[in-house]
């Protein structure tokens, strides 16, 4: 043996703990990212398309909704995951917009990866990427045009371009005209100030029809039938109560029991139980209520005297949909019967109980100055209404976002293209590296008008000149559109987005791609044993889906 003895190696990991370390790590992770980025570009836009997505079990989901696309993926890998966490924060907090955030924030990794190339350090290129994104915000700002809620014919418009490219595009007048109508209905406005809980819009869906069929409710329409046959089937100028307890006689709790012993004592205890139901429905009845609805169960003795006093009751109904009927109506929740008085109820103009698609359902309308209304879907299949119903949300809360800011901007990849613009010329402040990285930053803006350009079958190449040279000319509002395949005045068109889906996109992206670039180490636990598969999916892995 000779004097250099082999040093006995240390391992501080599990065994089967695999690591990646340096430009490898970030190499993988940006691959990654940029297969998610890439899956939901060809869906941008007015001529995007559509995805089916085939889950375990075999169920179909087809959609241009880059959020559900990204959901029922059931993506693995840990970076890739990360691309999927920004199209839920946008998807929540803005609620349209979430493609443009992820191919934005892939394309921001597939330009950092050239500078990395470069030898440029990650922390060079972030600081450039962050400094680019607090500009590209102010810029946005500035480029806004103001929006109220009484200018329908621009809410109309909003409505109209986050439906665009979807199936429902088919009916999007008679559904915009719905959106409008309802955030208008809902909105509290306070001085300057517009409120919109998008949630006091209830989306109701039944198969059957078309979507021309779809209507806007002045109260709730609440999936649920009369608890009696021999109640009214029909209610007009409803006095409605709304009680969250159950009218029935109390469980006894624990272990407690009642001891009868003879016919009479059991004769007594029902008189009392019958007498308790009776003075629950008298307090009901004197209260002048003619609809009452129930968060709990209301027992079958009860339902007969509800029945025979004419009152139309309905049980167990949702605590969201308690507080809508209280938002519509105008009544107060009551938590105890023997509370309920004539100042608890509300006011409808019809309770209704009809059938719907083979559905007995119940209409609560005509609301004097509902602050909560429904929209009822309909559509020729499950598939239809489901996409109906994703393109109506992001219609309304498109509206919702540029109420709440009062601000839009120019769509069609006009705001993107004066974004970079100013992006190139605010590098010339800069002297060191984070130069290229504002660069980097201002071509990856360039991404929204190229994937609209080529999902609407036009040269990329050719449009993104044409609209630098309008741009170039001051024509700030100037963006493509895809049906002619021209480059126009955007507001002139009608193709306005809120500002805040802008803002949104950009922060996250930004976010997120900084947050990539910083990971130069992956260590993946093993813990799960021989059996539990490969730790981590490869390079970009992704699991197989069905439908791609």
Do not use: W
Request: glycine share 8%; proline share 3%; charged share 30%.
């Amino acid at each position: 043996m000779n004097g250099t003895q082999g040093v006995q190696p240390i391992f501080i990991l599990s065994e089967g703990t695999q690591r990646t370390k340096g430009r490898e790590a970030q190499k993988n992770n940006i691959t990654a990212a940029k297969l998610v980025a890439e899956v939901v570009r060809s869906t941008l836009g007015p001529k995007g398309m559509d995805k089916m997505l085939v889950d375990s079990l075999g169920d179909v989901t087809i959609t241009n909704d880059g959020a559900t696309i990204l959901n029922e993926m059931q993506i693995e890998h840990p970076a890739a995951k990360m691309m999927v966490e920004v199209a839920k924060t946008q998807d929540e907090s803005v609620g349209d917009g979430t493609t443009t955030a992820v191919i934005l924030a892939g394309e921001l990794l597939s330009e950092a990866e050239k500078l990395l190339e470069q030898q440029i350090h990650p922390t060079v290129v972030t600081k450039g990427f962050r400094l680019a994104k607090i500009k590209a915000l102010e810029i946005i700002e500035k480029l806004s045009h103001n929006v109220s809620i009484s200018d329908d014919k621009l809410l109309r418009e909003i409505a109209n371009t986050a439906m665009t490219g979807k199936s429902a595009e088919r009916a999007s007048e008679k559904l915009t005209d719905l959106s409008v109508k309802a955030i208008k209905k809902i909105a509290e406005v306070d001085g300057n100030k517009v409120t919109v809980d998008v949630d006091n819009i209830k989306i109701e869906k039944k198969q059957g029809g078309s979507m021309g069929e779809t209507v806007l409710i002045d109260g709730i329409l609440l999936d649920k039938e009369a608890v009696h046959s021999a109640m009214p089937k029909k209610v007009e100028k409803a006095k409605i109560a709304l009680i969250d307890s159950a009218l029935e006689v109390k469980e006894l709790e624990g272990d407690a029991k009642i001891s009868i012993d003879s016919p009479e004592k059991l004769q007594a205890f029902l008189d009392k139980e019958e007498k308790s139901l009776r003075e629950m429905v008298d307090k009901v009845i004197n209260s002048g209520a003619t609809a009452v609805f129930c968060q709990k169960g209301i027992d079958d003795m009860a339902q007969h005297y509800l029945a025979k006093a004419g009152i139309l009751a309905a049980r167990r109904v949702k605590k969201s949909d308690m507080d809508k009927l209280s938002r519509a109506t105008g009544a107060k929740l009551v938590t105890n019967v023997k509370d309920l008085d004539k100042s608890d109820l509300g006011f409808a103009g019809i309770v209704n109980e009809r059938k719907i698609a083979g559905d007995d359902m119940i209409f609560v309308e005509k609301c004097k100055e509902p602050k909560a209304v429904t929209i009822l879907i309909r559509g020729g299949s499950e598939h239809v209404i489901d996409e109906v119903e994703r393109a109506m949300e992001d219609a309304i809360k498109g509206i919702a976002a540029s109420l709440e800011l009062g601000k839009i901007v120019p769509g069609g990849g006009a705001i993107e293209i004066q974004v970079a613009k100013q992006l190139r010329k605010y590098t010339d402040s800069f002297k060191g590296r984070e130069q290229l990285a504002i660069k980097s930053f201002a071509k990856a803006m360039e991404i929204v008008p190229k994937s609209l350009a080529e999902n609407g079958g036009l040269d990329p190449i050719d449009k993104i000149a044409q609209l630098r040279s309008e741009h170039d000319k001051n024509m700030t509002t100037t963006g493509l559109d895809v049906f002619s395949g021209t480059v126009k005045n955007m507001l002139t068109l009608g193709v306005v987005e809120p500002m805040k889906i802008k803002l949104q996109a950009i922060k996250s992206a930004g976010e997120v791609a900084e947050m990539i670039l910083r990971i130069d180490d992956i260590v993946s636990s093993g813990s799960g044993g021989a059996d539990s598969g490969p730790p981590m999916p490869p390079m970009g892995g992704m699991p197989p889906m069905g439908g791609f």
